[in-house]
């Protein structure tokens, strides 16, 4: 059971290190401007989709082992959800309406909150490479 929890969150940690820093930059220099934009809109809802999956597999997996690593995985899953069902649709009123103000402000809080996931899982799957405390 452990090893599964391992692999569900080193694939929670990869999946949003790939998605954020990897796809979403790949599509903005590869693509006209436009398309990727309309690119990345329809592929937010799937990735949050499979963050909120994965890190409820993680927590759930992680839970008999480590009640602490698995409660982080578990706020990650939870924290996902307003943002995939709040932050992203306004995001993309912002964008809709040309206010590139309030597509700032929205965008940096997106931002912070994936970072702040990543680092979540980050800190999770180093407690596994020490050995998890008792």
Request: charged fraction near 10%.
């Amino acid at each position: 059971m452990l090893t599964l929890a391992l692999l569900a969150t080193a694939l929670l940690f990869g999946g949003m290190v790939l998605f954020s820093f990897g796809f979403a930059a790949f599509l903005l220099n590869a693509l006209p401007p436009e398309v990727a934009r309309r690119t990345i809109r329809h592929a937010f809802p799937h990735f949050y989709l499979f963050v909120i999956g994965t890190a409820s597999s993680a927590a759930a997996l992680l839970w008999p082992a480590d009640p602490l690593g698995a409660g982080l995985i578990a706020l990650i899953a939870v924290t996902t959800v307003p943002a995939r069902q709040i932050l992203m649709p306004a995001i993309n009123r912002a964008t809709d309406t040309g206010s590139k103000v309030r597509f700032k402000q929205l965008h940096g809080i997106s931002v912070m909150v994936t970072l702040v996931h990543i680092g979540a899982a980050a800190y999770v799957l180093v407690r596994f490479a020490g050995g998890i405390p008792a």
